[in-house]
T-cell receptor
Framework: DAGVIQSPRHEVTEMGQEVTLRCKPI?????LFWYRQTMMRGLELLIY????????DSGMPEDRFSAKMPNASFSTLKIQPSEPRDSAVYFC?????????????FGPGTRLTVL | AQSVTQLGSHVSVSEGALVLLRCNYS??????LFWYVQYPNQGLQLLLK??????LVKGINGFEAEFKKSETSFHLTKPSAHMSDAAEYFC?????????FGTGTRLTVIP
């Protein structure tokens, strides 16, 4: 079974540009999570979805960030406009509704560099 | 509210020495506890988890952790460190629908 898939793995962009990160959760998983990891702030939960509906977006840093989940197999995290302080590794994780005791399965991450 | 505290952001051990990474939790309900490992340039992967039952939990790569309710602790140990254990380790506790992660401990193994 394929794990969580994220694309691109690396993204370099210039300040002010729009950035879109993509995630495909594990098939059958009803929860999807977006995290950001930086040296300064560690691992931060940005937003999570259940059955494609955003449940908690209190971790989204500001209006420049938006996330969508149009269907059970795809989610995007968009930053518009991007700023150098958005440089980080962004992880997507998923888990099933039942079983596993809330264990999450992580993707390999997208390393974003904003110049 | 649920939270975890990892004592020591960096731990260094010699190859072959005991590894001990500390985690204390706070939870208003019986906790489910996890240790994840992150190797360089990779995502987090599950090392082990405590749900119910036996308080000593064994994980992958020779790691184990013991749930101690009286001490609200879930420390991670390995009897003999290997160079390949160099990574960042995260402790986590279950929330209502998600996990609350600690700030991580970076383990360095000295040859």
């Amino acid at each position: 079974d394929a794990g969580v898939i994220q694309s691109p793995r690396h993204e370099v962009t210039e300040m002010g540009q729009e950035v879109t990160l993509r995630c495909k959760p594990i098939s059958g998983h009803d929860y999807l999570f977006w995290y950001r990891q930086t040296m300064m702030r560690g691992l931060e939960l940005l937003i999570y979805f259940n059955n494609n509906v955003p449940i908690d977006d209190s971790g989204m840093p500001e209006d420049r960030f938006s996330a969508k989940m149009p269907n059970a197999s795809f989610s995007t995290l968009k930053i518009q406009p991007s700023e150098p302080r958005d440089s980080a590794v962004y992880f997507c994780a998923s888990r099933p509704t039942s079983g596993g005791y809330n264990e999450q399965f992580f993707g390999p991450g997208t390393r974003l560099t904003v110049l | 509210a649920q939270s975890v505290t990892q004592l020591g952001s960096h731990v260094s051990v010699s190859e072959g020495a005991l590894v001990l990474l500390r985690c204390n939790y706070s939870s208003s309900v019986p906790p489910y506890l996890f240790w994840y490992v992150q190797y360089p340039n990779q995502g987090l992967q599950l090392l082990l988890k405590y749900t119910t039952g036996a308080t000593l939990v064994k994980g992958i790569n020779g790691f184990e952790a013991e749930f101690k309710k009286s001490e609200t602790s879930f420390h991670l140990t390995k009897p003999s460190a290997h160079m390949s254990d160099a990574a960042e380790y995260f402790c986590a506790v279950t929330g209502a629908n998600n996990l609350f992660f600690g700030t991580g401990t970076r383990l360095t193994v000295i040859p």
